[in-house]
């Protein structure tokens, strides 16, 4: 079977200060139906770059320059390659305008944004628009999928779903607009907008950042409720490992813009199981010190992205060739790679 | 001086209903808040997203108007400073909530930690050596004293606002939410370094954050609020070793470390309590108040009492809880 999202050697640039940097470096995974899917890193590793650049949310700026991209079987950027010409390197050159890249990309998915595939975004606060009441923005989202809804029907589903996201007092609700939500409302509005069109493929951004304990437990019951009664697969991202292990069957680690460790969620997330990717086990380990206290772990600060390994500037066992050149993954069991030559050979 | 650095009694504090012309009944945010601490106490204050912490937290240090109600911060009364408004500044710090808005985007960070030192710091000692000696305190590189905020990670702002915070050399610290929304790794250190300058500096602070990981992790007290009231007040290793006694602290417990269990069986939604009446503000999520009859929930709102040592809380069936 088709996997829902599909990418291959992925390579994207945003516009720094001193020219571009190249956010995405090869970066490859493949989420299938049926199997939730969670991209892991800390902030700036460039999993939030990737989900959006990958549905063309990215227009108008540098983003993708190389690689492949399959939505739902579909090669978003087929033909596209003549737009622009990529030097790699420590300091990367694109030789056109990037933005006509996204903005094609743009166009080809538009037939199945927000229908098919749906994007619940990470500061919905600041994402959702503006101009329109709560009651309008999930009438909109219910009737991209179903256009001949209105009236008494309309209004049930829409008080249906926001009753799903755990919201009370839904009477008052529907009323506010955006800016009036405060943010764990916000975040719920945005998960609600994000499932009503009953998608294939839900893409959540950091869905529990943020929230207090008891809402967070709320939204991952939504989230594994809807996974197991709409038949959605999720592409999650987030640094929230409990969140990854509760929901996600897939996981890629990404670091500095490279996945460092993938495979089964059952394997990459249990601490016990070796080997691991120095970046996961201290992903890891912050997480068991949150649980459980303890002696502080080593976390080394970030430091800046070298030409190798993304995380050799912090990792004890960095070796020359670590700074060198970044290793590839390696497979360390069925199913589950590690790029780590120290870990795996 | 003798007595509590801090001391809250009866601090109730409403809003107005937001909108043009908007009438109608106002929105309590603090019912009736009352408690003391120490000059050196850690505590954390917790509670879910509206429970009034962040409120709470800028009462004590004078940032909001409360309505009735008195605070007394390190000898000064909060509702009435005045002209010691000042004076006051230089005892009592906030670290607030989101350092993008916090810190002004135009200085560079060196000129930020400079005014705060100049305004209230030691005169003795000229001020480029104290803004060093501030970076240098909270685990800053001196290079990035020549940044603009803009330019630091959620890390560094958060250390800048810490030492923007303590370059008064304050008695008291309020920091609100000083690790939310950055990677857990970078919240770890962070959570170190506030333990570091609580052990090596005469300090009372208090640490407002919705994760009960970072109050697990740092204080000694933990105080619970409940859409505005004070529902428990216990040390930290009771409250984490299996002696929390309110319901409503066990249910932030539960999400908090049993998420997984939770999701093994049906989740309910947040069922909102009903009007102003006389009962438990609690009672429409509890399962104590719902099981067997004859309890007074429905009518009399629970005292916050003393429940064991250190250990007040606010539930007419708090025995209870202490079954395991």
């Known amino acids: 079977m088709t996997p829902l999202l599909e990418v291959r050697d992925l390579v994207g640039c945003l516009e720094g200060a001193g020219g571009l940097t190249r956010v995405l470096d090869r970066a490859a995974l493949s989420v299938r139906a049926g199997r939730s899917f969670a991209l892991l890193g800390e902030s700036g590793s460039g999993k939030t770059f990737l989900a959006q650049a990958c549905l063309g949310l990215h227009p108008g700026r540098p983003g993708l320059v190389a690689g492949s991209v399959c939505v739902l079987g579909t090669d978003v950027l ?22 006509r890249w996204d903005r094609a990309v743009a166009r080809r998915l538009a037939p199945v944004l927000g229908t098919e595939v749906t994007v619940a975004p990470q500061d919905p606060a600041t994402a959702l628009p503006p101009f329109y009441p709560v009651a309008r923005l999930l009438g909109a989202a219910l009737k991209a999928r179903d256009p001949d809804l209105s009236g008494a029907a309309l209004h049930g589903r829409v008080r249906a779903w926001l009753e799903r996201v755990h919201m009370y007092d839904v009477d008052a609700v529907l009323r506010l607009y955006p800016h009036e939500l405060s943010g764990g409302m916000a975040q719920r509005v945005a998960l609600a907008l994000a499932l009503a069109p009953g998608p294939r493929l839900l893409v959540a951004d950091e869905p529990t950042t943020g929230l207090d304990a008891t809402l967070r437990v709320q939204i991952l019951a939504t989230l594994r ?27 890629a680690v990404l670091c500095a813009g490279r996945v460092v460790e993938e495979g089964p969620a059952a394997r990459v997330l249990d601490p016990a199981v070796a080997p691991k990717h120095p970046y996961t086990a201290m992903l890891l380990a912050a997480e068991q010190w949150f649980r459980a206290g303890g002696p502080v772990p080593a976390l ?26 970044a290793p590839g993954l390696a497979q360390a069991a069925p199913g589950h790679r590690v790029a780590c030559p120290g870990r795996v050979r | 001086m003798s007595g509590p650095l801090v001391q809250v009694d009866g601090l109730c504090k409403s809003f107005r209903p937001p909108g ?20 050196r106490e850690l505590v954390g204050l917790v509670g879910e997203s509206g429970s009034g912490k962040t409120t709470l937290g800028r009462c004590l240090l004078g940032l909001t108007a409360f309505d009735r109600g008195t605070v007394r911060v390190a000898g000064f009364r909060v509702d009435r400073l005045g002209r010691a408004r000042r004076a006051f500044a230089r005892e009592a710090q906030m670290v607030f909530q989101n350092p993008y808005a916090a810190l002004d985007p135009a200085f560079r960070v060196r000129t930020i930690l400079g ?28 290079g990035r004293l020549d ?37 857990p790794p970078v919240q770890v250190q962070l959570l170190e370094l506030v333990r570091r300058i ?23 007290r933990v105080l619970v609020l409940y859409r505005g009231r004070l529902v428990e007040d216990a040390p930290a290793t009771a409250f984490f070793g299996g002696r929390a006694l309110h319901p409503y602290s066990r249910e932030l417990l539960r999400s908090a470390y049993d998420a997984p269990e939770i999701l093994a069986g049906p989740v309910g939604g947040v069922r909102r309590p009903a009007g102003r009446d006389q009962g438990c503000p609690y009672r429409h999520r509890c399962g104590r108040a719902t099981g067997s009859g004859g309890a007074p929930c429905a009518t009399i709102r629970p005292a916050l009492d003393p429940c064991g040592p250190g250990h007040r809380v606010a539930c007419h069936r708090w025995e209870e809880g202490e079954q395991p």
């Open chain 2, 20 to 39: 043009f012309l908007a009438g109608g009944s106002r929105t309590p945010a603090l019912r009736g808040v009352g408690f003391t601490l120490g000059g």
């Open chain 2, 198 to 220: 609580h052990a090596a500096r005469p300090l009372c602070l208090v640490l407002i954050s919705h994760d009960l990981g970072a109050v697990r992790a740092l204080a000694e």
């Open chain 1, 300 to 325: 080394p600060s970030a430091g800046p992205f070298g030409a190798g390994c993304g995380f050799s500037a912090r990792c004890p066992e960095a070796t020359a060739a670590c700074i060198g050149a």
């Open chain 1, 225 to 251: 409720g809807a996974v197991r009664d709409q038949g959605l697969t999720l592409l999650l991202i987030t640094h929230d490992v409990e969140a990854a292990r509760l929901l996600a069957q897939d996981v």
């Open chain 2, 147 to 183: 940044e603009f905020p803009g330019r630091l990670s959620g890390g560094e702002r958060r250390r800048v606002a810490f030492a923007r915070a303590l370059a008064t050399r304050p008695r008291f610290v309020v920091a609100d939410e000083p690790v939310a929304g950055i990677d």
């Open chain 1, 78 to 99: 087929a033909g596209l390659e003549t737009l622009v010409r990529y030097e790699p390197g420590p300091s990367p050159r694109v030789s056109k305008d990037v933005g």
């Open chain 2, 115 to 142: 005014e705060a030192v100049r305004v209230h710091g030691d005169r003795d000692e000229p001020t480029a050596r104290q803004v060093e000696r501030l970076a240098d305190l909270v685990q800053l590189p001196r």
